[in-house]
């Protein structure tokens, strides 16, 4: 393998490759000018359905089956086509990642990015999904939120995406994906959800990373970490996709048959027969 020696400054001068490289920039802001769309709802989510941005789909869909006013417009932000540097958006969310909600309940509207910010916004709002232990729920949740960079940008990245694949960073991934994923095992061993016996906004941040993970439809990557070892954390994992808010929460602001590209009333969903 060819040794790279950094220069004494890193200058951008070349695309970095992989899947992603013509959204990767080193500096922030707008790239054009491109305005939100606003629906009839009070809360405009502006996302797309990676497991981040399914964080919040589900929740809000959890929060309507729980019988709460939640409704929502979720409006798709395509990544791939840069939709999340249009002016529009940045102002909503400064570091352009998905996603993004605008809260228009009170007399000011509210701006809410990061996922586990909005998971808590809709959740201390709606007094739901918090358990009865708030301490053991925000350690996990920031457990999830300081993790997961690991199994995406860290594994995701060199096991998937990158251009050319390289050992030591697949090994040095892989080994703190599995860790990880132990964590989680030994945990759920003796829980029945991550903060104790309640189902909460920690087990709706943390499913769609770890619990795609081990249904092995994450990066094609399942046979090679060995998923099926988890036991705990595939029963945990199982007892959430059952769920119909769930279910429905995972197809948003995706685009193809049985997804929902758009969506803006429960009545979406009556063609997809979930």
Request: glycine share 10%; aromatic share 14%.
């Amino acid at each position: 393998m060819t040794t790279y020696t950094p220069p004494k400054v890193w200058t951008w001068d070349k695309e970095s490759g992989g899947k992603w490289a013509s959204q990767n920039r080193p500096i922030a802001g707008p790239t054009h000018d491109a305005d939100l769309p606003r629906g009839d709802h009070l809360y405009q989510l502006h996302s797309m359905g990676t497991p981040n941005g399914q964080k919040v789909t589900i929740l809000f869909e959890e929060l309507l089956a729980a019988g709460f006013d939640a409704e929502y417009d979720a409006w798709m932000i395509d990544i791939t086509e840069g939709s999340q540097f249009g002016s529009g958006f940045v102002e909503v969310n400064p570091n352009s990642k998905i996603p993004a909600l605008l809260d228009y309940t009170g007399d000011t509207p509210v701006r809410v990015f990061e996922s586990a910010a909005i998971l808590m916004h809709l959740a201390e709002r709606y007094g739901a999904f918090l358990g009865n232990n708030h301490t053991e729920l925000l350690s996990w949740l920031f457990w999830l939120q300081g993790s997961a960079p690991y199994l995406g940008g860290g594994f995701g990245h060199f096991y998937a995406y990158a251009p050319e694949k390289f050992e030591y960073p697949i090994d040095r991934f892989a080994m703190e994906t599995k860790r990880q994923l132990d964590v989680l095992d030994r945990h759920l061993a003796d829980h029945q959800f991550l903060a104790g016996d309640d189902y909460t906004i920690a087990d709706i941040a943390t499913f769609p990373w770890y619990g795609r993970m081990v249904f092995g439809k994450a990066y094609d990557a399942g046979e090679f970490l060995s998923v099926h070892e988890y036991d705990h954390v595939i029963r945990w994992a199982n007892e959430i996709a059952a769920r119909p808010a769930v279910k429905r929460g995972q197809i948003v602001n995706l685009k193809g048959e049985g997804k929902l590209e758009e969506r803006h009333a429960a009545s979406d969903f009556d063609a997809l027969n979930l």
